[in-house]
């Protein structure tokens, strides 16, 4: 071989290494085995960091965990279908045609008695009659009168009340106090526990607010009226019974299905995890493990209430009221009682309205006392499965499967929406497989960076090679 033909032979090579190495530092390229390990090293710790986080639950996992179960009622197309159950609305038009609020509880017995001759199954009152009726007679007469007054003895207008419920069946609401209840309701509920005590696993308050004796004694039941409010203020999951100090108290809605089922006791399942399962006669409601349930909500819709003042002038037909669970509220202005949920602001009777309709309806929203468990081995079964697929793949790649697994995750929690009205986070396993993707965009930067780094190394000794 002649010495023009071997330079030229070398200058092709050379050629072809400059033009391999040019297309390796403008190409996507791919992780090297040093940094394939380093990787596989991060997204280990970061997967166990996340898993741990879970378990803590910081406020922010909580927040977008709400917002991910926000989202699927946002998109819910089905709304719950009203069940046997209607509004009595003390609205703005009866608050003008009766009188300003409160009401003598002559009124409120008149509305007892209507309901009751209508054939009211149950009769359910968002309202807490802790104190004797200032409209009485006597009480008003006594305001004139230099003798002591009687303290918290029941009017007359108290009996009439207490003797027209007596006729009825009345549930009575029970309202949360910061402080120590004076003591238990007069009337209490019975509860029978099966397995674990369900107390240990229960939201608790620290006292209740009761209803006057002679009107606890002549009800059927009380219920407490509590929520329980997220960090935003908002509703999405209600206790149907609650841990006091002086016992267990049912919510006013479980309550007043009690009553209208016609059972004597509540039945609690629970075991170490917690509740399972609150159950009456035929009636079985799945909760999480502190003995609540999610609601679907709806819109606020007025149409179906009936005015009390309708109801009084004898405008409403029977039908509208027999066997019926009816609830008795405010919707007027500025006397409603108003709870925000994820379907926005409901007047609480309404609130109370839609919780029986979700429970008879078995429209329920389920978030079983496993479903952590579901959500911590989908972050770690998808995390690991992300961090294998992406070592010998370029950025296209990454793009496919990243977007591929995101978007099989958010399929599963719809479809544990859909199918079984499941509560499932994905907000936190998608989270954390961003986090994963951000690491291998980082690693894949690092690995350009390096390829153009060796590239302009190789041309520059080109050029000298060339000038000597």
């Known amino acids: 071989m002649t010495a023009e033909r071997k330079i030229k032979l070398q200058e092709e090579q050379e050629r072809r290494r400059l033009e391999s190495t040019l297309a390796e530092a403008t190409s996507l390229p791919t992780l090297r085995l040093r940094s394939k390990l380093l990787y596989s090293a991060v997204v280990l710790l970061l997967t166990a960091a996340a898993l741990l986080l879970r378990v803590y639950d910081p406020w922010f996992v909580q927040t977008a965990r709400n917002f991910a179960f926000d989202t699927y009622q946002q998109f819910d197309s089905e709304p719950v279908p009203q069940g046997p159950t209607r509004i009595v609305a003390i609205d703005d038009e009866s608050l003008g045609r009766i009188g300003q609020w409160p009401w003598p509880r002559s009124v409120m017995s008149d509305i007892v008695n ?25 009480r008003i007469a006594g305001t004139w009168s230099r003798e ?39 009337r209490l509920t019975e509860f029978v526990s099966v397995g674990e005590d369900p107390a240990t696993h229960l939201f608790s ?9 002679i009107l606890e004694l002549a009800a059927k039941g009380v219920g407490s009226t509590n929520g329980r409010f997220d960090l935003d203020g908002l509703i999405r999951r209600v206790p149907l019974v609650w841990k006091t100090d002086w016992g267990l108290a049912p919510s006013l809605p479980l309550e007043m299905l009690r ?28 909760t999480d493990e502190h003995g609540a349930v999610f609601p679907r909500f709806r819109v606020s819709d007025r149409q179906s209430d009936i005015p009390v003042w309708k109801l009084m002038a004898g405008e409403i037909g029977e039908e509208d009221i027999k066997d ?33 309709d979700n429970i008879l309806s078995g429209r329920l929203l389920w978030r079983p006392s496993f479903a952590i468990a579901i959500e911590l081995i989908m972050t770690a079964l998808s995390a690991g ?32 929406y859909r199918q079984y009205s499941m509560l499932i986070d994905v907000s936190y396993p998608i989270a954390i497989l961003l986090i994963i993707s951000l690491v291998f965009l980082v690693f894949l930067y690092v690995a350009i960076a390096a390829n153009r780094r060796r590239a302009s190394l190789e041309m520059k000794r080109s050029s000298t090679h060339r000038a000597a």
């Open 114 to 138: 209507a309901l009751a001759g209508k054939g009211a199954a149950v009769i359910g009152l968002d309202s807490i009659l802790a104190e004797p009726d200032r409209m009485s007679p006597e």
């Open 148 to 186: 002591p007054r009687s303290g918290l003895s029941p009017s007359a207008n108290d009996r009439a009340l207490a003797v027209a419920m007596q006729s009825a069946k009345v549930v009575l609401a029970l309202g949360p106090s910061p402080v120590k209840s004076s003591g238990p309701p007069s």
């Open 205 to 213: 308050i620290p006292g209740t607010v009761k209803n006057l004796d």
């Open 259 to 286: 009553i209208f089922n016609g059972d004597k006791f509540i039945l609690i399942r629970s075991d170490a995890v917690g509740v399972e399962q609150i159950g009456l006669k035929g009636i079985h409601i799945s």
């Open 324 to 356: 019926r669970m009816i609830l008795i509220g405010a919707t007027a202005t500025g006397l409603a009682s108003v709870v925000q949920t994820s379907k926005g602001a409901l007047y609480s009777v309404d609130f109370y309205r839609q919780i029986l």
């Open 385 to 416: 499965a992300l961090a294998l697929l992406l070592l010998n793949r370029d950025l296209v790649s990454f793009l496919v499967v990243a977007f591929g697994m995101e978007g099989l995750i958010l399929a599963i929690g719809e479809f544990a």
